[in-house]
């Protein structure tokens, strides 16, 4: 199965104009509720990102978030860092292509993280699972989380959560039997 | 106060890629659930639309379905339906300024429907409450709900509701004390 977990602000995008995503701290948190973070992560064995996610989660300076296999999309991307490069693998290729080669690792519950990838995967109807925490601001613009393809995905409602008494968390399953 | 009560796809459009919304009523709804838009109309004592809007309306080729007055904004349209002119009014302008002409004729609660309009009182963060109705599909292209503008616009969240076991409904009202 393929999933998202993703943030989006009120008119879907994942990050601002200027590539930022200091809004998604917004809401203050002062327990540090993870909103569903490690359930979500623990119905997951590996991770698929596109290269601008890597770069972002590199920028933050911190220790790699990861206890998963990491693999990065990207086509111009040459190495991975020395310090990553047990958890991290660089790959190309179409969406399918790309779940094939970690389907024979024997990965099959698969977290889809990035704008780019997740619209890719979307594109060739391969997201099964869409968990989408919407923050209550309007951006005005920036990187949408969805982009334009050919044909109408259903998908059925399985949950809301709320956090923070602000922020809603939706919880989708394509309906493979429709359009 | 400024209102709106609009339903749009997953991927956040009011109309497909053909200005078609019969995605709208993907989801059966034998008992014809009005997903709380008689509550909403309750709260309204006049609308404002777009030329879009109200052309669609005409087109769906059924009575008129308000009861309260609608205040139809367009620069080329000359003249209402006859039979209609006792119910609707042209008007045009900049947002301040119809909401001036408006609130002097004793019309405070207002309900603004339709992209190009909602998005032009955005931009000028003239939008108090925003009840949106999300369908659990995704149409990978048309309409926006949203636009670009400039400032950020956060919002508080007031409510979720679920209906017919699959689409949401949530209700924001505007932060006017922050950014």
Redesign the interface.
């Known amino acids: 199965m393929n999933k998202v977990f993703i943030a989006t602000s ?3 995008y994942i990050a ?1 104009k200027e590539g930022q995503i200091d ?1 998604l701290h ?1 809401i203050p948190n002062p327990e540090n509720d993870d909103m569903g973070y490690n359930k979500f992560i623990s119905t997951v064995d590996a991770l698929i990102m596109g290269r601008t996610t890597f770069e972002t989660v590199l920028s933050f300076g911190i220790d790699w978030p990861y206890e998963i296999p990491v693999f990065v999309l990207s086509t111009t991307l040459k190495a991975i860092p020395e310090e990553l490069q047990e958890k991290v693998e660089l790959t190309k290729g179409s969406p399918k292509e790309i779940l094939e080669m970690i389907h024979s690792k024997g990965f099959d519950e698969l977290y889809i993280d990035g704008g780019t990838t997740i619209q890719g995967f ?2 060739q109807d391969l997201i099964d699972q ?1 968990i989408i925490t ?1 923050i ?6 920036g990187s949408p ?13 399985v949950r ?1 959560s ?1 956090y923070l ?4 968390q ?1 919880e ?1 399953l394509r309906k493979k039997n429709e359009s």
């Open positions: 009120l008119d879907g601002d809004w917004s979307l594109s869409l919407t209550p601001v309007l951006l005005g613009g989380l969805f982009g334009t393809f050919d044909q109408r995905l259903s998908f059925q409602h809301s709320r008494d602000c922020i809603v939706n989708y």
